[in-house]
């Protein structure tokens, strides 16, 4: 598949821009069971020790911590769906970018900053301040366009690329699912 040149890129900017501020949509949910695999859930469980169940998150690790072990802050990852669109031209593609959870909704630092708690289905998830960047894998699948591209400054800025997240309050979401902001001093909406 052709990867989308910058200028298309670009083009598409202001469609991810009109994503809702609060009260967005779940639009997919992927497991990755395993490097290389994904499966496309209707309903995912959330849990504190294991981010989404089924994923293989804990088991994978990280280069960001001194030993090696899944990284706390790192638990999830959500990208915008409108954006995922755009780099990968058609949701068939979306489980490529690796994120567990696409949502309809504005992931911009302005409107969610480190520590925004979020309600989706019966759980709550919190943004960490951990950044989500494109990786190697992330070239190969969508070219060094897509790369420049969600790691611009603006791209940054609107966290293209997704943002990280920890599950604060298990639970269930389905495809579909509003997402909520919620009050950080008392955890509703």
């Not at 960001?64 to 990968?88: I, K, Y």
């Amino acid at each position: 598949m052709a990867h989308q040149p910058l200028v298309a890129l670009e083009a598409g900017l202001d469609k991810v821009g009109q994503s809702p501020s609060d009260g967005g949509a779940v639009k997919l949910i992927v497991r990755r069971p395993s490097i290389g695999e994904r499966e496309t859930l209707a309903v995912g469980e959330l849990s504190l020790t294991e981010g989404l169940v089924g994923d293989n998150w804990q088991h994978r690790g990280s280069s960001r911590t001194d030993d090696g072990s899944a990284h706390p802050e790192m638990q999830l990852n959500l990208m915008n769906s409108r954006a995922a669109d755009l780099v990968a031209v058609g949701v068939e593609r979306w489980p490529l970018t690796g994120d567990q959870l696409f949502v309809d909704l504005d992931l911009s630092f302005e409107n969610l900053p480190p520590r925004t708690r979020l309600g989706l289905g019966s759980a709550v998830i919190e943004v960490t301040p951990e950044p989500h960047t494109g990786c190697d894998k992330f070239v190969a699948r969508f070219g060094l366009d897509a790369v420049k591209f969600v790691n611009s400054e603006r791209g940054r800025q609107l966290r293209l690329r997704g943002l990280n997240a920890k599950v604060v309050q298990p639970g269930t979401v389905r495809v579909g699912d509003a997402i909520r902001k919620l009050d950080p001093t008392s955890g509703t909406p």
